[in-house]
């Protein structure tokens, strides 16, 4: 079995998804993980689909000459790592440029690895004032998750980092 990672973005209209779901069925693919979303009128995404090796090339052509789509598809294996753990980082703070260069310094320099982000601009309720939020998934070594947690709150004084495992 192929695991093929396919990143695509096109202009948003009715429809996308069925497009896609159709040509990986056709192919007998297995949808198996994804992550889309609509930004600034276009619709974007990021999919993991595992097909028979005797459809890998046929699939992945289709999928490439889907019309008024960038796509790009890489051939995967998945990956089990057994010395890490994966935490939860749910973040806020007032937002600022180079937020996110921060945050992400802070958990490569305490080895870990960031799996899923997923981040938002948000007004505070009573100030206005622009907020920035994310929920972050990391994959840590056990050993190095206490200093990462320990440097992420000591990053910054507006910066709250909420933790579960």
Known sequence: MNHLVISFITKDRPGVVDLLSKVIKQFNGNWQTSSLHHLSGFFTGVLEIAVENDQCVALSNAIAALPDFKINIEQASPENSSNTANIVLELTANDREGIVQEISSVIHHHGGNMIKLVSTQDNAPH?????????????????????LINALENLADDLMVDISR
């Not at 929920?135 to 056990?142: I, P, Q």
């Open 127 to 147: 100030t206005g004032q622009a907020l920035f939020k994310a929920k972050a998934t990391l994959s840590v070594n056990e050993e190095q998750t206490e200093s």
